[in-house]
């Protein structure tokens, strides 16, 4: 999940603009180029630059910014849409698909992805997207000097959480926890791993139209949450400074300041530790605990390719990106973990990311983002929807609110949002 705003009219202006001059540019010099927008930025663009690089026309690439939907809406309104986006959310695709923005694309014969992923990209019998990156967003990041035994199950990680607070507090230690809880998709990827292992068959049904947001699952999953959070000591700083806390603040408390032993995040964690890493020490990471021993089940989020109607060379240069050795140039830097089942293990750089690649082939355990899944304004951005609610749920819970008390609120505003979305009550 990335951060998306509502566009202003400076922000549509904007988008257009640079809509127009991209369009100049791309047909500048002969023939035009396919043009694709992203929301991927440094490091991540510039790697997805080399893998467009073999394709066999030319591929203008165009980084949206985080708000990828305004700057497309933006776009389609000026008439100079891209041939082609990569999309964060599953929603935007049916949307986008509904709205007949779209053109339908066909993946290569060699693609395949874990079961119930592509049906996320369909609307109306019609596949309108291809995953191209997957994100396993079921990690616990340490450094193995700070945190001996890693925690084998939830009531585990919740002990081993109150004995690290209890010396932080008596010795002025590292806090157990980093978390960048500013950034609102922090706290719901916590609220979708602890859902999808105490109630693993509700989990899904809570995007769908009329679910239950105030039924026992949500009041469960919460209840283990503010079990945890509301552990004294638990967070660097305290609740409210967890609350001014940015994603990346949080990893560099973990692997540079030393401030926190352990971060839940997800395997591009790793693009972040880089530029931070103090001395030769890497962080290492373990499955996020459930009930049960060796991990619950695996939460992961995806970027999907899509090809706009009356797109020049769209639709094939999607079918392109879902060829197993398209992406080769960004597997052999790092940083990319592929949606394609079909993609070879040993393609992987390191044993981690090989690790990770196999994980998410393992039947029977992978849920999707579910805030990714959610409609309109409820699916969460800066300030609103389940983003908000969320933020609202941890500030009640470290701040000494009783538990029933805060499950009660957030479940009833999350009722609300989802009813006012019209995909709940």
């Known amino acids: ?205 809570l995007a769908q139209p009329g679910a239950d947001w105030q039924g026992q699952p949500v009041r469960e999953a919460l209840d283990r949450l503010a079990g945890l959070w509301s552990i004294d000591g638990a967070f660097v700083g305290g609740g409210r400074r967890a609350l001014l806390t940015q994603y990346e603040e949080a990893v560099i408390q973990v692997v540079h300041t030393r401030r926190a032993v352990m971060l839940l995040g997800a395997d591009f964690t790793a693009d972040v530790v880089g530029p931070f890493q103090r ?46 050795e398209s992406f080769q140039p960004w597997l052999r830097e790092g940083g990319y973990l592929s949606p394609n089942t079909n993609v070879s293990i040993s393609s992987y750089k390191d044993g981690v990311a090989q690790g990770l690649a196999m994980e998410m082939r393992a039947p029977g355990t992978l849920r999707f983002d579910l805030s990714d899944q959610l409609p309109g304004a409820f699916t969460g951005s800066d300030g609103v929807g389940i983003w908000r609610i969320m933020q609202g749920f941890f500030a009640d819970v470290t701040d000494g609110v009783r538990a029933s008390e805060a499950i009660r609120r957030a479940t009833g505003l999350l009722a609300a949002a989802a009813d006012s979305a019209g995909g709940g009550r």
């Not at 616990?140 to 010396?167: C, F, I, Y």
């Not at 021993?293 to 009356?310: E, H, K, Q, R, T």
């Open 279 to 324: 001395g030769p020490e890497a962080p290492v990471t373990f499955r996020f605990p459930g009930t049960r021993s060796g991990g619950g089940p695996l939460i992961v989020g995806g970027d999907a390719a899509v090809a706009f109607a009356d797109a020049r060379g769209g639709v094939e240069l999607v079918e392109w990106l879902t060829r197993a």
């Open 1 to 205: 999940m990335r951060p998306a705003a509502r566009a202003s009219r400076r922000t549509l202006l904007r988008a257009a603009a640079a809509g127009a001059t991209a369009l100049a540019t791309g047909c500048s010099g002969g023939a035009r180029s396919v043009q694709v927008a992203v929301v991927w930025s440094t490091s991540e663009l510039d790697r997805f630059r080399d893998v467009v690089a073999g394709y066999p026309a030319p591929v203008q690439v165009v980084s949206a910014g985080n708000d990828i939907d305004a700057f497309l809406r933006a776009r389609h309104l000026a008439g100079t849409s891209p041939d082609v986006a990569i999309l964060p959310r599953p929603g935007l695709v049916t949307e986008y698909a509904q709205r007949g923005w779209l053109s339908p694309v066909r993946p290569s014969t060699g693609y395949a992805v874990p079961s119930g992923l592509g049906e996320l990209l369909t609307a109306e019998e019609q596949r309108y997207g291809v995953w191209v990156k997957a994100a396993h967003k079921s990690l616990v990041w340490h450094l193995p000097s700070m945190l001996a035994a890693q925690p084998a199950n939830w009531d585990a990680l919740v002990q081993r959480t109150k004995e690290l607070g209890a010396r932080a507090r008596r010795d002025g230690g590292p806090a157990p926890l980093a978390i960048g809880a500013a950034d609102g998709w922090v706290l719901t990827d916590w609220f979708e791993n602890v859902l999808a292992d105490v109630a693993p068959e509700s989990y899904h049904t």
